[in-house]
């Protein structure tokens, strides 16, 4: 009898989680549905110098061909490794992301056109896993900083063909370290 009643409790239960789990986009805790510090539209202005001083921090400054072509958009890496100053003729640049409440991702460049899309999820009250690259991030009222969490692989991986797109140029450009994003209006984004 105990043993019946202990398992129709344990079912009961089992079917609560269920309903729980089905009501929360995958992956979510109820937490992070509801209230994300991310959600919302964050901007700066960046610019070329910066990105490639971002890049050198790390170590990447090799990718710094495949990472600024925003600024020249009619020329490849290649083309653009043979300058003789890679950042001479740009212009900064408004550049923002937006995360949504149902955990998507999206960067946007100075013409308000989507240029990056994905998801994210938060691992921990301090860290963002956005698409494949995971991220520190702390945020204020109107503020938020990102800094990449970069592995040896990803960093041996873009070395290894510096002028191809790489997980890590990537996050070093969608963290713009050392600066700060800026809260703006979502607008229809997020």
Not at 55 to 72: I, T
Not at 83 to 98: I, T, Y
Not at 152 to 170: D, E, R, V
């Amino acid at each position: 009898m105990m043993d019946t009643l202990r398992h129709l409790k344990l079912a009961r239960l089992g079917a609560l989680f269920a309903l729980m789990a089905l009501a929360l986009p995958l992956g979510a805790s109820p937490s992070e549905a509801d209230t994300s510090p991310l959600v919302g539209r964050w901007q700066t202005v960046r610019t070329c110098h910066g990105l490639v001083v971002a890049l050198q921090k790390y170590g990447l400054g090799h990718l710094a061909p495949s990472v600024v072509g925003d600024y020249f958009p009619n020329r490849t890496p290649a083309q653009l490794a043979k300058k003789k100053n890679l950042c001479s003729g740009a212009k900064p640049q408004l550049h923002s992301h937006f995360f949504t409440a149902d955990r998507k991702f999206g960067s946007l460049d100075q013409h308000s056109k989507q240029v990056d899309d994905g998801t994210y999820r938060l691992s921990t009250r301090a860290t963002v896993k956005i698409n494949d690259g995971l991220f520190r991030f702390r945020t204020e009222s109107t503020s938020l900083v990102l800094t990449p969490l970069l592995t040896k692989t990803q960093k041996k991986q873009a070395l290894a063909n510096p002028l191809k797109f790489s997980t890590a140029g990537w996050m070093v450009a969608v963290s713009y370290v050392g600066h700060s994003w800026r809260r703006v209006p979502c607008d229809q984004w997020c």
